[in-house]
């Protein structure tokens, strides 16, 4: 088993400690890391950057060798198109599985709007027939964290929620893809 997967999103906050643990746990995997910019924030033998929008259809599939990747996990968020071409990719190239990040409704009025678009992001990939391991989060954070949010966290704002660590988030989620409770 090859365990390569593809991160949309790869370079963000859940997507570099995503990339660090399964680089870790599957040393031979190769991993595609796509973004739009030019960012490489991990760098390794079996890292590979991939610039190209997930909203373009066409280019996403041009730019990846589904042929050769076991899953894919999605890290984008706002974008029903993104969501379409992952698991529209994901049924084509036959893979296990789509990893997904959503978002636990914790009953905040300003968050609504937000708990919304990623429940209707995980209806999107669920109507497809490529199996969704889905890890539902509060509000990810580490000590790196200096964000908004990582000032937020650590006045207390959060408190009710209560706040997850990006590592458990990335371990769990490696879980479900992989369902390494079955190994």
Known sequence: MSNNVIIVGGNGFVGRELTMQWANRFPEAEIYITSRGDRKEIQGAHVHHVQVDVNDAQSFENALHGDET???VTLTYGSQDAVTTVRDFAEKHNL????????????????????TMKKEELKTLQEGSVRVANYDATVIWNKYRHDEIGKGIKNGDYDEMPPVSVEVVAEQLIDRITQAWKA
């Open 70 to 72: 076991d899953y894919i």
């Open 96 to 115: 296990k599985a789509i990893g997904n990040v959503g978002i636990v409704n914790f009953g905040i009025p300003e968050m609504a709007d937000f708990v």
